[in-house]
DNA sequence: GCATGATCATGC
DNA sequence: GCATGATCATGC
């Protein structure tokens, strides 16, 4: 059933209609002027979607695209995995955060519940080098109306945004401090990039924008469903009290009995990922993580705490290759993107009597400050691997973060600017910024220090 | 006991 | 086969 039009007061006529772009990119579809293409990959396809696909010129730029249908057009990108199923390509950026008017805004009334209460997304498939016009939407359009089991989280992620903006902190704001919602940073990101006012402090602040998380978005396209049952976060009970249910009843018993209860053993003396393993079993009752948690991008990390009080170990990260690194941006950098989650810490202690219990679980993100000296590590790292990639950061030149080797073996060598072979690396939080991290998490079960009051 | 270098075990 | 999270090993 071809239809050759649509109704612009009916959301369903709307989407069916936006189904026929399925399969084929906008170029293919209508005609676009060339002159609005413009030799440049980049543009505002949602934008040329609306006028050229939908013949739709909205009466006012306020308000939804959409206005008899109370319906938001967004266009967003997607690649494809080695599997064949489709994963978000980034964040799906909603709207600009005003820093002097979300003050004054109540939830309800909010400019971004305005924005992402009812919209229409058309996934097309990225690939960097075509004209946005050329690229084929694959997938559905997905109808979305913010789910009532998303509703609470975000509406809350919003309020967190909200009270540190009133705080003055608006210049400390980061994509961890929330769920499924974030701060995500807008603007041009160089040198000379102007900096926003806020109402609360004389500190300029980089312009950001509400934006749903890339594990929102994937969880939104559903190629990553998993089989992990739901934790129950957001009807009624909060991530940290969702979380403390799961952990409380084992907090406090020997990995030896937490075996036990949950029939779960080392396969081998050298069973590096046990303790993984009993946290998930413990948290999500299997393998994967619960879907509130892997929405979130949660980065569940076990800290195991020697009887001094000292981690056992850093903390390692992906491996990155020398040849990206040196042409990359701190705020596009993986590191960045993983030092900007929200992480769950499941912490064990062995005690005087020389058994390892499980001490405590704890939300953190990483402080402001900190970050700013992870950033000045990479920095670091990637004006030195541009120079001796043999010659890299280590523990003893910053209190947050190092590098060291990542690999296989000693085979596992990639290249280098030099032109020669060297081991492959990660980047490390340090053992001692890890024991200051998770003494500040207190005593309680879980909680989470990145609040502000 | 710690910093650094090196490598393991697992799951997909 | 490979990335990943995590741990082991060594020398000071």
Same mark, same amino acid.
């Given at each position: 059933?071809?239809?050759?039009?649509?109704?612009?007061?009916?959301?369903?006529?709307?989407?069916?209609?936006?189904?026929?772009?399925?399969?084929?990119?906008?170029?293919?579809?209508?005609?676009?002027?060339?002159?609005?293409?413009?030799?440049?990959?980049?543009?505002?396809?949602?934008?040329?979607?609306?006028?050229?696909?939908?013949?739709?010129?909205?009466?006012?730029?306020?308000?939804?695209?959409?206005?008899?249908?109370?319906?938001?057009?967004?266009?967003?990108?997607?690649?494809? +995995? /080695?599997? #064949?199923?489709?994963?978000?390509?980034?964040?799906?950026?909603? @709207?600009? !955060?005003? %820093?002097?008017?979300? &003050? *004054?805004?109540?939830?309800?009334?909010?400019?971004?519940?305005?924005?992402?209460?009812?919209?229409?997304?058309?996934?097309?498939?990225?690939?960097?080098?075509?004209?946005?016009?050329?690229?084929?939407?694959?997938?559905?359009?997905?109808?979305?109306?913010?789910?009532?089991?998303?509703?609470?989280?975000?509406?809350?992620?919003?309020?967190?945004?909200?009270?540190?903006?009133?705080?003055?902190?608006?210049?400390?704001?980061?994509?961890?401090?929330?769920?499924?919602?974030?701060?995500?940073?807008?603007?041009?990101?160089?040198?000379?990039?102007?900096?926003?006012?806020?109402?609360?402090?004389?500190?300029?602040?980089?312009?950001?924008?509400?934006?749903?998380?890339?594990?929102?978005?994937?969880?939104?396209?559903?190629?990553?469903?998993?089989?992990? +049952? /739901?934790? #129950?976060?957001?009807?009624?009970?909060?991530?940290?009290?969702? @979380?403390? !249910?799961? %952990?409380?009843?084992? &907090? *406090?018993?020997?990995?030896?009995?937490?075996?036990?209860?949950?029939?779960?053993?080392?396969?081998?003396?050298?069973?590096?990922?046990?303790?993984?393993?009993?946290?998930?079993?413990?948290?999500?009752?299997?393998?994967?993580?619960?879907?509130?948690?892997?929405?979130?991008?949660?980065?569940?990390?076990?800290?195991?705490?020697?009887?001094?009080?000292?981690?056992?170990?850093?903390?390692?990260?992906?491996?990155?290759?020398?040849?990206?690194?040196?042409?990359?941006?701190?705020?596009?950098?993986?590191?960045?993107?993983?030092?900007?989650?929200?992480?769950?810490?499941?912490?064990?202690?062995?005690?005087?009597?020389?058994?390892?219990?499980?001490?405590?679980?704890?939300?953190?993100?990483?402080?402001?400050?900190?970050?700013?000296?992870?950033?000045?590590?990479?920095?670091?790292?990637?004006?030195?691997?541009?120079?001796?990639?043999?010659?890299?950061?280590?523990?003893?030149?910053?209190?947050?973060?190092?590098?060291?080797?990542?690999?296989?073996?000693?085979?596992?060598?990639?290249?280098?600017?030099?032109?020669?072979?060297?081991?492959?690396?990660?980047?490390?939080?340090?053992?001692?910024?890890?024991?200051?991290?998770?003494?500040?998490?207190?005593?309680?079960?879980?909680?989470?220090?990145?609040?502000?009051?």
């Amino acid at each position: 059933m071809d239809e050759q039009s649509y109704d612009k007061t009916s959301v369903d006529s709307i989407h069916e209609f936006a189904k026929q772009l399925t399969g084929k990119s906008l170029g293919e579809v209508v005609y676009i002027p060339t002159a609005l293409i413009n030799d440049r990959n980049r543009g505002d396809l949602g934008s040329l979607v609306e006028s050229f696909y939908f013949q739709h010129r909205p009466a006012t730029n306020h308000g939804p695209d959409f206005p008899e249908a109370g319906l938001e057009l967004k266009t967003t990108g997607v690649v494809k +995995k /080695s599997d #064949g199923s489709y994963r978000a390509k980034e964040r799906l950026v909603l @709207t600009m !955060i005003n %820093f002097e008017s979300i &003050v *004054g805004e109540i939830w309800e009334g909010s400019s971004l519940l305005g924005k992402c209460r009812s919209m229409l997304i058309l996934f097309y498939l990225y690939r960097k080098k075509l004209p946005v016009v050329d690229r084929i939407f694959v997938l559905d359009p997905l109808l979305y109306s913010l789910p009532n089991e998303d509703l609470e989280i975000i509406k809350s992620d919003w309020e967190f945004i909200k009270k540190k903006v009133e705080s003055g902190k608006a210049h400390e704001l980061s994509e961890g401090d929330t769920f499924y919602l974030g701060a995500c940073r807008k603007g041009s990101g160089g040198e000379g990039e102007a900096l926003r006012k806020q109402p609360f402090s004389d500190e300029g602040a980089k312009a950001r924008a509400f934006s749903f998380k890339p594990s929102y978005m994937n969880k939104l396209i559903g190629e990553r469903a998993s089989s992990a +049952k /739901s934790l #129950g976060v957001g009807q009624n009970l909060s991530f940290q009290e969702a @979380t403390a !249910i799961r %952990f409380d009843p084992f &907090v *406090g018993r020997s990995i030896e009995e937490i075996s036990v209860l949950l029939d779960h053993h080392k396969k081998s003396p050298n069973h590096k990922g046990f303790h993984r393993e009993l946290a998930l079993r413990i948290l999500a009752h299997g393998k994967d993580l619960p879907p509130e948690l892997a929405k979130a991008g949660i980065e569940m990390k076990t800290v195991r705490i020697q009887q001094n009080g000292r981690p056992r170990e850093a903390m390692s990260f992906p491996g990155f290759k020398f040849l990206d690194i040196v042409n990359e941006e701190w705020e596009k950098s993986s590191f960045f993107e993983r030092l900007e989650r929200k992480f769950l810490f499941v912490v064990f202690q062995t005690g005087p009597d020389g058994i390892e219990r499980l001490l405590k679980v704890a939300y953190w993100n990483m402080p402001y400050e900190d970050r700013l000296e992870a950033m000045r590590v990479w920095e670091e790292t990637k004006r030195r691997v541009a120079l001796d990639a043999t010659d890299l950061p280590k523990s003893s030149e910053s209190l947050v973060a190092h590098v060291r080797p990542k690999g296989r073996n000693g085979n596992d060598k990639i290249a280098t600017p030099q032109g020669g072979m060297h081991l492959r690396q990660c980047f490390w939080l340090n053992a001692g910024y890890l024991e200051q991290v998770i003494g500040g998490t207190g005593k309680q079960i879980v909680g989470n220090n990145s609040s502000i009051t």
